[in-house]
């Protein structure tokens, strides 16, 4: 079987966790891994 990509539904999975990271400061609201980081420590 051949490898399948990520594709739209990594960019959903990002955008997702992006918006809940909506306000924090820096590169942390706008960067997919520290913001993943903030997200993952908040909740």
Known sequence: MARVKGGPT?????????????????????RFRTANEQVMHAH
């Open 10 to 30: 990594g960019r959903r999975a990002h955008q997702k966790v992006l918006k809940q990271a909506k306000g924090y400061k820096g590169s942390k609201s706008r």
